[in-house]
Nanobody, 126 residues
Framework: QVQLVESGGGLVQAGGSLRLSCAAS????????VGWFRQAAGKEREFVAG????????YYADSVKGRFTISRDNAKNTVYLQMNSLKAEDTAVYYC???????????????????WGQGTQVTVSS
């Protein structure tokens, strides 16, 4: 089992940047595929980015491709989401999620993940 804690959210102007962190408990963090999701007010939770256990494979939603970068440091049990060129439509609560996986599959559905953090608010002012 793993516990996830997000941080780094806040208020930023359009065009600005933020870096979110997802800190995990436990000694086997490298067993987990990790994803970032977001949920805007009144909307369904949507996939943002995912990263494989080693960090060698990353994938993104089309809406953030080229602007967001997901990375991980397994020695620090942490996954990051660097968000650049932020837009008002990026405003949402951002969640990290994790699932144990030994396959090369890409996990883009929320239902594929077993563990979730509490979320961190990102607000982009236009």
């Amino acid at each position: 089992q793993v516990q996830l804690v997000e941080s780094g959210g806040g208020l930023v102007q359009a065009g600005g940047s933020l870096r979110l962190s997802c800190a995990a408990s436990g000694r086997t963090f490298s067993m987990y595929v990790v994803g970032w999701f977001r949920q805007a007010a009144g909307k369904e939770r949507e996939f943002v980015a995912g990263i494989s256990r080693s960090g060698g494979n990353t994938y993104y939603a089309d809406s953030v491709k080229g602007r967001f970068t997901i990375s991980r440091d397994n020695a620090k049990n942490t996954v990051y989401l660097q968000m650049n060129s932020l837009k008002a439509e990026d405003t949402a609560v951002y969640y990290c999620a994790a699932v144990v996986s030994y396959s090369s599959s890409r996990y883009t559905r929320a239902g594929s993940y077993d563990y979730w953090g509490q979320g961190t608010q990102v607000t982009v002012s236009s």
